[in-house]
Structure formats: structure tokens, C-alpha cells
């Protein structure tokens, strides 16, 4: 069965710092996908970063980088020079790639990030 | 191009009644997804449809619950006789088809149960 553990259920950050948000991950599937996502007080769901199980480099998308250990089953999420609305629930959630399966996604407890002035 | 769209934001109901959550994925979706978040927890699967068909509703309360995307309107995802542990946020995500990467969230209905 597909598992997502996130151990961290809060964090706190300095401004401008860097931090790293741990997810590791159980599944059987050979391919899949990672993501995380943010979900501000207001409540949506912001789609942040993807990894695929079969990319080579680590993802990146501006301050947003996802720290992938294949072997270790880990996906951390780190935010580089944290800003004031970064804080938020952060989400690590998987997908199982087979095409011939549908994408179900599999979220995490999620940590809350707590970022200080 | 709109995003996913869900109405209403808000939804209250009294215990007993029936509440209605739409969904609209995005334009050129067939794939539609609904996840719930209780208070304090992350977002766990409930159904998965295609038009006019459910694919899996393995995360689906046996009872009271029933969702479907019929081949014209949105997707309805509908409750009975609700009871205050259905207070929650209810999250419609699309998809275009099995090789995309992403799943597309909408805002997302709070419904509260009095």
C-alpha cells in the first residue's frame, strides 16, 4: 500500500533562511510521481513542485526545490530565503505513473511552516 | 482558461438535510477527483470519475455519499442526511487524462453541519 509520512508537524523558519521540509515516502509501484503543495489560511490547494521516480536531477522551480533520495524513499521539500507568506500547511502527496492505472493521489499529515520576521 | 471551479465556497446545512458540492474542471478535463480535509488533516481520496462513468470510489462512505459527472454540467458529489462529523473541506481536482503530472485543485467547499 502507498504511504506518505511527513514527521514534522510544524516548523518554524527565520525569514530569509532556508528550510527543509521532510517527506518520506512506501510504495511498491516502479513508477511514480511526487508533489508538494501549499495550502495557505484561506484553504486552496497551490500546486508548488513534481518529481518524477524516473528523473534524473532534482527538481527546482524558483526558491522551491525538491531534494529527491530514490533509494532512501525521501522527497524533502526546501524553500530557500523563506518569505513571511510562505507560512502555511505544506503538503507532500504521491501518484502511482502506470499508464494503465488512474491517478489517485495519496497526501501526507502535512507540516505547518511558521515563518518569523 | 479557468481553473477548476467549485460552488459553493460555503455551504451550512443542518443535520438531516442533503448537501450539493459542483464541480467544474478545467476545459478540456475528463478527469475529475474528490478529496476531503478534515479539520486538522491532510486530504484523503474519496472518487474518482470520467464522464458519466465512477472509476473508483474506494475512499467513499458506504452510506449517504454518491458522486457523478454526468456527459453535460458539472460534477455533483452529493450527501444525505448529513451529521456534524461531514463537516469538512471538500477539494475537486481535474486532470486531463492517466499521463498527466498534475492534478488541478479547486478552492475547495467548506460545508458545516449545525
Known amino acids: 500500500a502507498q504511504k506518505i509520512t511527513q514527521t514534522q508537524p510544524g516548523m518554524f523558519v527565520q525569514e530569509k533562511e532556508a528550510v527543509t521540509l521532510d517527506c518520506t515516502y512506501d510504495?511498491?509501484?516502479?513508477?511514480?510521481?511526487l508533489f508538494w503543495y501549499k495550502q495557505p489560511s484561506s484553504g486552496e490547494m497551490i500546486f508548488l513542485i513534481y518529481?518524477?521516480?524516473?528523473?534524473?536531477q532534482n527538481a527546482t522551480e524558483g526558491r522551491y526545490s525538491l531534494n529527491f533520495q530514490k533509494a532512501r524513499k525521501s522527497a524533502n521539500l526546501v524553500i530557500s530565503a523563506s518569505q513571511l507568506g510562505d507560512s502555511a500547511m505544506y503538503f507532500c502527496a504521491m501518484r502511482a505513473m502506470l499508464k494503465t492505472s488512474y491517478d489517485k493521489v495519496i497526501f501526507g499529515p502535512g507540516t505547518s511552516l511558521s515563518v518569523i520576521p | 482558461n479557468a481553473g477548476v471551479m467549485q460552488n459553493p465556497r460555503h455551504l451550512v446545512r443542518r443535520r438531516g438535510q442533503e448537501a450539493r458540492l459542483r464541480c467544474s474542471p478545467m476545459?478540456?478535463?475528463?478527469?475529475v477527483y474528490w478529496y476531503r480535509q478534515l479539520p486538522e488533516e491532510g486530504l484523503k481520496f474519496m472518487v474518482y470519475?470520467?464522464?458519466?462513468?465512477?472509476?473508483?470510489e474506494s475512499g467513499m462512505p458506504k452510506e449517504r455519499f454518491s458522486a457523478e459527472f454526468p456527459k453535460e454540467g458539472p460534477s455533483i458529489l452529493r450527501i444525505q442526511q448529513v451529521v456534524r462529523g461531514d463537516s469538512a473541506a471538500y477539494f475537486c481536482a481535474s486532470s486531463p487524462g492517466l499521463t498527466s503530472n498534475e492534478q488541478f485543485f479547486g478552492p475547495g467547499t467548506r460545508l458545516t453541519v449545525l
Open positions: 518529481q518524477g521516480s524516473y528523473d534524473q
Open positions: 470519475l470520467q464522464k458519466e462513468n465512477i472509476i473508483d
Open positions: 476545459k478540456g478535463h475528463s478527469h
Open positions: 510504495t511498491s509501484d516502479p513508477s511514480y510521481g
